[in-house]
T-cell receptor, first 114, second 113 residues
Framework: SQTIHQWPATLVQPVGSPLSLECTVE??????LYWYRQAAGRGLQLLFY??????ISSEVPQNLSASRPQDRQFILSSKKLLLSDSGFYLC?????????????FGPGTRLTVL | GNSVTQMEGPVTLSEEAFLTINCTYT??????LFWYVQYPGEGLQLLLK?????DKGSNKGFEATYRKETTSFHLEKGSVQVSDSAVYFC????????????FGGGTRVLVKP
């Protein structure tokens, strides 16, 4: 069966520091991968998605970036964090099967920028 | 563009009460519709889905019917439990928009014993 991992689970970082969040998927090949952010008390915002190694699409311009160095690895980064980057970051994967493309989510990383 | 609108919460209920969470959508194509649930401190879990008009998704006592004529996908449960306390998200996937999910703002449900 497929599983998705995210780490770290929680992170507290000062403003201006760098960021690296990692997401890995097991049990599937060539998944679509997604990064979402959930700000406190709000819905989910799609940040990036990837349909293959090295292929990244950005949905929202900001100081974050994403990379996919391996088929089942998706990394979210920042060179300098802002206070507004605080939130709950969720990684998701999907595989198109027929007409269905269901996304499955990881446990999330809670980031607090101070 | 695509959008999903959910009723705002919080919704507070007593155990065994009937739950309805309204969800309506706007999409350019023929979307698939989903309900996800987020328990406190956790990520999202797929609750149920429907891929075409008049389909009914069901899971764990929850049901939602894809109504194309009213562009709705309301979530219902006949008798809620304390363990159903969570945030519920309605979402659509429009194949014409790159298979990306568009989420509603979420509805927090609190069930009291």
């Amino acid at each position: 069966s497929q599983t998705i991992h995210q780490w770290p689970a929680t992170l507290v970082q000062p403003v201006g520091s760098p960021l690296s969040l990692e997401c890995t998927v097991e049990g599937t090949s060539n998944p679509n991968l997604y990064w979402y952010r959930q700000a406190a008390g709000r819905g989910l915002q799609l940040l990036f998605y990837s349909v293959g190694i090295g292929q990244i699409s950005s949905e929202v311009p900001q100081n974050l970036s994403a990379s996919r160095p391996q088929d089942r690895q998706f990394i979210l980064s920042s060179k300098k964090l802002l206070l507004s980057d605080s939130g709950f970051y969720l990684c998701a994967w999907s595989v198109l099967a027929g007409s269905t493309d269901t996304q499955y989510f990881g446990p999330g990383t809670r980031l607090t920028v101070l | 563009g695509n959008s999903v609108t959910q009723m705002e919460g919080p919704v507070t209920l007593s155990e065994e009460a009937f739950l309805t969470i309204n969800c309506t959508y706007t999409a350019t194509g023929y979307p698939s519709l989903f309900w996800y649930v987020q328990y406190p401190g956790e990520g999202l879990q797929l609750l149920l889905k429907a891929t075409k008009a008049d389909d009914k998704g069901s899971n764990k006592g929850f049901e939602a019917t894809y109504r194309k004529e009213t562009t709705s996908f309301h979530l219902e449960k006949g008798s809620v439990q304390v363990s159903d306390s969570a945030v519920y998200f309605c979402a659509l996937r429009d194949g014409a928009a790159g298979n990306k999910l568009t989420f509603g703002g979420g509805t927090r449900v609190l069930v009291k014993p």
